[in-house]
């Protein structure tokens, strides 16, 4: 009987499991949230956030606006992900292109190279003697040029040209006369458009969240991203963040940043990432990105 | 047909001739070619410095050979065998409890039948990858600061004592899996989602007929289909075996946790760049990033011996 009513304790559990897993990833994003427009002496008498607040206070993102390090930061992290993202998706889509045409020569030993980078690189300290050789070495451009061309994106374009570019279309051109150059600025790319859009979010997030380029290869106070400024001030609270408050009076430390200003700088830091999500999510569940395992 | 005979013309023509009629794809490839030289192969020419002695003014190629001294300097430090233990205990945590639960919660979520719930179910899950681990170790720090954090409110809530988690060196790996399974593995789940989704529904509603109950159509049915792809990422897994995520653990750790927290991406860091021993940062990185190849290989060939297709 249970089971003709199509709902039983298999399916109560699964719900309960699922929900509960989903608020645990939101919840602190909501936490972040609400504390970033809660005034910290309120904060204090209730730590276990639920609600926002009634007296919302949006003194934290005023300051963060008005600090000319967040702005020129914030300005500093919009180019590098512009820029960065178009030469990506530039350098990579067109000799993905180029190696999905297998039958031309050279073409299988130029993926088989640009596969092995997958599995295997110079690391750390040669790439750092690389980029000090180049010149790139506290150079702001190392936030940009070294990761033009991507092998995960490329093994996704390179099967999406291969497989989902209908080839019927192509061989029609060419009996039209079409050359090279047509078939892929007026068939290819436009049929193209969806998945270069997809992978282009996906780039965009990364170049949006790196800092390590910018720790290793940069540190020039001026060109520093939005990542590493809200790293600094995070960072510069750990050290108190870890210690008890006896600790930190007995010890006579300063005061630290407001918990409210760093995690309205979370949410400025997450604000771009949240916006495009719908669209991240409406591409990679599609399966787009399946492709970069398969290899 | 066609094919073959465009095939037997091109053998005929020569080798410029070729050029000038593929110019445009041989174009295209440039770029990409050159940015793989210089940045992808270019660091592996730097690998020489393992066995140099860095000349700074001479550069790497004239710089006088060392041998393998720097590989026996690595295993002179004691905090080299203490970073290798850290990385395969954190990882194969993740293994244990992260693989699984990524599989489990993919399951889950096939088989919850409310679509509402289960879209927004996956738009939650899926969003903490997005973010960068400098948020994701702020949200951290903050839910477990002593004090104020919510961790802490809730055990004094309980009556319990406060614990000051992120310098706790017992609790370090943990908060990393835990960590781990909250960012990454709603996000891991897709790809199990859709080889299920290719599944027929013929076979369960068969199944339905013969008499199985949804247990069974998890264990008969939905799990044999995801093997291939188990067996796919479980190499991908082994074979970052050597390679703990350095932004998981940068981003969260304090000496105070270097026992049980410090692993060989993060130590090579603080070695190579941190005291500028480049030579020995190198042999480093040789040494693991080579580990990892082989392992990757191995793997792939005992994935293909069990009759599942392999990664390459």
Redesign the interface.
């Given at each position: 009987m249970k089971?003709r009513l199509g709902?039983n304790f298999?399916?109560l559990f699964?719900?309960a499991?699922?929900?509960v897993?989903?608020?645990?990833?939101?919840y602190?994003?909501w936490?972040?949230l609400v504390?970033s427009i809660t005034p910290y002496e309120q904060?204090?008498n209730t730590?276990?956030?639920l609600a926002p607040p009634l007296n919302p206070d949006f003194t934290y993102y005023t300051g963060i606006f008005t600090s000319n390090t967040f702005l020129r930061s914030m300005s500093v992290s919009v180019v590098v992900t512009l820029v960065g993202t178009s030469l990506c998706l530039?350098?990579?889509s067109?000799?993905?292109?180029?190696?999905s045409?297998t039958?031309?020569?050279g073409?299988k030993l130029?993926n088989a190279?640009?596969v092995f980078?997958m599995?295997?690189?110079?690391?750390?300290?040669?790439?750092?003697?690389?980029y000090k050789?180049?010149g790139l070495l506290e150079n702001p451009l190392v936030m940009v040029?070294?990761g033009?061309?991507n092998?995960t994106y490329?093994i996704i374009m390179r099967n999406y040209f291969s497989y989902s570019v209908p080839k019927e279309l192509e061989e029609a051109a060419r009996i039209d006369r079409a050359?090279?150059?047509q078939v892929?600025g007026r068939i290819v790319l436009p049929l193209s458009r969806p998945m270069l859009a997809a992978i282009g979010l996906f780039i965009a997030?990364g170049y949006?969240?790196?800092?390590?380029t910018y720790m290793?290869y940069c540190q020039i106070p001026k060109f520093q991203p939005f990542?590493w400024a809200?790293?600094r001030m995070?960072t510069d609270a750990?050290f108190t963040?870890?210690?008890?408050?006896a600790a930190q009076q007995q010890l006579n430390i300063p005061k630290i940043p407001a918990?409210s200003l760093?995690?309205a700088t979370?949410i400025v830091?997450?604000f771009p990432?949240l916006i495009v999500?719908p669209f991240?999510?409406r591409h990679?569940?599609k399966?787009i990105?399946?492709g970069a395992?398969?290899? | 047909m066609a094919q073959q005979t465009v095939?037997l013309q091109e053998r005929k023509i020569g080798f410029t001739a070729?050029l000038r009629k593929?110019w445009?794809?041989?174009v295209?490839?440039v770029?990409?070619?050159a940015?793989?030289a210089?940045?992808?192969?270019?660091?592996?020419?730097?690998?020489l410095?393992a066995f140099k002695d860095l000349n700074m003014g001479a550069?790497?190629l004239k710089s006088p050979w060392a041998g393998l001294d720097h590989f026996k300097t690595i295993f002179s430090y004691p905090e080299i065998t203490r970073a290798i233990m850290n990385t395969l205990a954190i990882n194969a945590l993740n293994l244990l409890f992260g693989f699984t639960f990524v599989i489990f919660?993919a399951l889950?979520?096939n088989?919850?039948?409310?679509k509402k719930?289960?879209s927004?179910?996956?738009?939650?899950?899926?969003?903490?990858y997005?973010?960068?681990?400098?948020?994701f170790?702020?949200?951290i720090?903050?839910?477990l600061?002593?004090?104020?954090?919510?961790v802490n409110?809730?055990l004094a809530a309980l009556g319990k004592g406060?614990i000051?988690f992120?310098?706790e060196a017992g609790l370090y790996r943990w908060i990393l899996v835990v960590a781990n399974i909250?960012k990454t593995s709603?996000y891991s789940t897709?790809?199990y989602l859709?080889a299920i989704a290719g599944v027929s529904p013929e076979l369960y509603e068969s199944a339905k007929v013969d008499g199985a109950?949804?247990?069974h159509m998890i264990r008969h049915i939905t799990l044999p289909r995801i093997v291939p792809?188990i067996a796919?990422?479980l190499i991908?897994q082994l074979?970052g075996m050597f390679s703990a995520n350095?932004?998981m653990v940068y981003?969260t750790y304090?000496p105070?946790v270097f026992e049980t927290g410090d692993v060989i991406?993060t130590y090579?860091?603080r070695v190579?760049?941190g005291k500028a021993q480049?030579e020995v940062?190198?042999a480093m990185?040789?040494v693991f990033?080579?580990l990892?190849?082989l392992v990757?290989i191995a793997a792939n060939k005992l994935i293909r011996k069990m009759d599942v297709m392999g990664?390459?």
């Open positions: 089971r709902f298999f399916d699964v719900l499991f699922c929900v897993f989903a608020l645990i990833c939101f602190p994003i936490y972040v504390v904060f204090l730590p276990f956030v530039l350098v990579t067109s000799v993905a292109y180029a190696v045409k039958h031309i020569r073409m130029l190279v640009a980078t599995f295997f690189s110079g690391g750390t300290i040669p790439t750092f003697m690389l050789n180049l040029i070294p033009a061309f092998v490329y050359n090279d150059i892929f997030v949006w969240n790196d800092y390590y290793v990542m809200l790293r995070l750990t963040s870890s210690t008890s408050s918990l760093r995690m979370v830091a997450i990432i999500y991240l999510q990679f569940a399966g990105l399946i395992v398969k290899g | 095939r070729y593929y445009f794809l041989y295209l490839a770029p990409g070619i940015f793989l210089v940045f992808s192969y270019g660091p592996m020419y730097g690998l410095l550069g790497i919660l889950m979520l088989e919850l039948r409310f719930v289960k927004v179910a996956q738009t939650f899950v899926y969003l903490p997005f973010l960068s681990w400098i948020v170790s702020g949200i720090q903050t839910f600061a002593p004090d104020y954090g919510l409110s809730i406060q000051v992120l310098s909250i709603g897709i790809i859709a109950n949804r247990f792809t796919v990422l991908l074979a350095f932004d981003t304090s105070m991406s090579i860091y190579g760049i480049y940062g190198t990185g040789l990033n080579g990892s190849f990757i990664i390459f």
